[in-house]
């Protein structure tokens, strides 16, 4: 399934995009609790697609590619790098990411994002795939001038979690193997990042079970698993596409903000 979350006249439902997706199949309920057939069917041209969550919280996975590794000169962490970012970072498809005032280098970081379907605690990971509803794609934008300096005192906040810094969508794609999904990241149209699940270095399930090792994951939590190599920077004025295979295009521009 491709499940979509979107709104008609305000009103919020899920729904799955039927096969030329020009129409959306709607659902009652979630994803979470169950979702059934209503036999009704919307236009896309008569919606709004959200963010395929409301108010996730978000486990991101710093420098979990080799390639990425070697592009920030680092050397590969003894330990997994996890960091947070506030639900208040979501946007959805074509919303814009917001360049702070004061930003001077902000990035863009294509992933694939993994959903939580149900609570998980120390989940082995032969078994992670129990607890995974889905996968969508994700952009980890960073502001690495804050980030680098927060860093530095062992902290990261602010350099990841502003306003609009976590894009998501455009669906939740059940029945997927993680793999090896090709990835692509395209601003203005030109490739940036190109690359497959398949060189995590730790792989979806490793992640699944760190985190529920140490947490209590829930219903609706995201885990960004991380980017490859070929991160660059952003400007108001670039449209900023995420490509993972067997769940679409996740393309949002990009604006200066507005004091």
């Given at each position: 399934?491709?499940?979509?979350?979107?709104?008609?006249?305000?009103?919020?439902?899920?729904?799955?995009?039927?096969?030329?997706?020009?129409?959306?199949?709607?659902?009652?309920?979630d994803?979470?609790?169950?979702?059934?057939p209503?036999?009704?069917?919307?236009?896309?041209?008569?919606?709004?697609?959200?963010?395929?969550?409301?108010?996730?919280?978000?486990?991101?996975?710093?420098?979990?590619?080799a390639?990425?590794?070697?592009?920030?000169?680092?050397?590969?962490?003894?330990?997994?790098?996890?960091?947070?970012?506030?639900?208040t970072?979501?946007?959805?498809?074509d919303?814009?990411?917001?360049?702070?005032a004061?930003?001077?280098?902000?990035?863009?970081?294509g992933?694939?994002?993994?959903?939580?379907g149900?609570?998980?605690?120390?989940?082995?990971?032969?078994?992670?795939?129990?607890?995974?509803?889905?996968?969508?794609?994700?952009?980890?934008?960073?502001?690495r001038?804050v980030q680098?300096?927060?860093?530095a005192?062992?902290?990261?906040?602010?350099?990841?979690?502003q306003?609009t810094?976590?894009?998501l969508?455009?669906?939740?794609?059940t029945?997927?193997?993680?793999?090896?999904?090709r990835?692509?990241?395209?601003?203005?149209?030109?490739?940036?990042?190109?690359?497959?699940?398949?060189?995590?270095?730790?792989?979806?399930?490793?992640?699944?079970?760190?985190?529920?090792?140490?947490l209590?994951?829930l219903?609706?939590?995201?885990?960004?698993?991380?980017?490859?190599?070929g991160?660059?920077?952003?400007?108001?004025?670039?449209?900023?596409?995420?490509?993972?295979?067997?769940?679409?295009?996740?393309?949002?521009?990009v604006?200066?903000?507005?004091?």
């Amino acid at each position: 399934m491709r499940i979509v979350r979107y709104a008609v006249d305000g009103v919020r439902h899920y729904g799955e995009f039927e096969a030329d997706d020009a129409r959306i199949a709607r659902f009652e309920g979630d994803p979470f609790t169950g979702l059934s057939p209503t036999g009704l069917v919307d236009e896309v041209s008569d919606v709004v697609v959200l963010p395929p969550l409301e108010a996730p919280r978000i486990f991101g996975f710093a420098y979990n590619y080799a390639s990425h590794v070697d592009e920030t000169d680092r050397e590969l962490p003894e330990v997994p790098v996890c960091f947070m970012k506030p639900s208040t970072a979501v946007i959805g498809p074509d919303e814009a990411i917001v360049y702070p005032a004061d930003g001077e280098l902000v990035h863009f970081e294509g992933e694939l994002v993994v959903v939580i379907g149900k609570r998980a605690r120390h989940v082995k990971p032969s078994e992670a795939h129990e607890y995974i509803l889905g996968y969508t794609c994700g952009n980890d934008v960073s502001d690495r001038i804050v980030q680098r300096r927060e860093s530095a005192y062992g902290t990261l906040l602010i350099g990841k979690g502003q306003d609009t810094f976590a894009p998501l969508g455009p669906v939740i794609a059940t029945g997927l193997d993680p793999s090896a999904l090709r990835l692509t990241t395209r601003v203005n149209g030109a490739v940036t990042q190109a690359a497959s699940t398949a060189d995590l270095l730790l792989a979806v399930p490793d992640l699944v079970g760190y985190l529920s090792r140490h947490l209590t994951l829930l219903p609706g939590d995201a885990i960004m698993t991380g980017t490859p190599a070929g991160v660059g920077p952003i400007r108001p004025g670039d449209e900023v596409e995420v490509e993972i295979e067997g769940i679409g295009v996740l393309r949002n521009p990009v604006v200066a903000e507005s004091l």
